[in-house]
């Protein structure tokens, strides 16, 4: 069965200071992983997926099949950082897809 | 392009009461899913729709039922409320022209069921 976990339901660092969001998946085909972010008052939105290998404000997340898991991380935290954070997972290529969402992280950044 | 879109932004229902939810994708989007998110979960996903028809569907009743129209907005549902319905449902569209669907979330409708 798909399945996503984040162990953190909150998760509070100093301004500053590394940031790593823990993801673990559970999916017997090739998935695709996403992070969504949701700020204060502000629509859900993706923040970055593992296709794209790319680095979005700042952070960056590697999808290590091995253990499973796709770990966002960031090495300095600022205050603008403070959301909720939901690590998701697709089917990849799929022509129907649906998303499999975690329960969430809240990040806050203590200044 | 004003994005995704969803109306009403709010409203409160009683058990056993029918509501209708309704989404406008963003604009070039063909695809449109569904998501409810209870109170500190996340999204659970309900069911999509392209072409008019339901393409996939989560682990929800059949209480919950869903329309596309030919100009690939979508209305979600809810039969027979009850108060475990109570949540925000999320509308998100896509496209299924490109390889990877990047999904687009609206600002969500909050239910509440009394």
């Known amino acids: 069965a798909q399945r996503v976990t984040q162990p953190e339901k909150l998760l509070s660092v100093f301004k500053g200071a590394p940031v790593e969001l823990k993801c673990n998946y559970s999916y017997s085909g090739s998935p695709e992983l996403f992070w969504y972010v949701q700020y204060s008052r502000q629509r859900l939105q993706l923040l970055l997926r593992?296709?794209s290998r790319e680095s979005i404000k700042g952070f960056t997340a590697d999808l290590n099949k091995g253990e499973t898991s796709f770990h966002l991380k960031k090495p300095f935290a600022q205050e603008e950082d403070s959301a909720m954070y939901y690590c998701a997972l697709s089917t990849l290529y799929s022509s129907a897809s649906k998303i499999i969402f975690g329960s969430g992280t809240r990040l806050s950044i203590r200044p | 392009d004003a994005g995704v879109t969803q109306s009403p932004t709010h409203l409160i229902k009683t058990r056993g009461q029918q509501v209708t939810l309704r989404c406008s994708p963003k604009s070039g989007h063909d695809t449109v899913s569904w998501y409810q998110q209870a109170l500190g979960q996340g999204p659970q996903f309900i069911f999509q729709?392209?072409?008019?028809?339901?393409?996939q569907r989560g682990n929800f009743p059949d209480r919950f039922s869903g329309h596309q129209f030919p100009n690939y907005s979508s209305e979600l549902n809810v039969n027979a409320l009850l108060l475990g319905d109570s949540a925000l449902y999320l509308c998100?569209?896509?496209?299924?022209?490109?390889?990877?669907?990047?999904?687009?979330f609206g600002p969500g409708t909050r239910l509440t069921v009394l």
């Open positions: 729709y392209y072409e008019e028809e339901e393409r």
């Open positions: 593992h296709i």
């Open positions: 998100a569209s896509s496209s299924l022209a490109g390889v990877t669907d990047t999904q687009y």
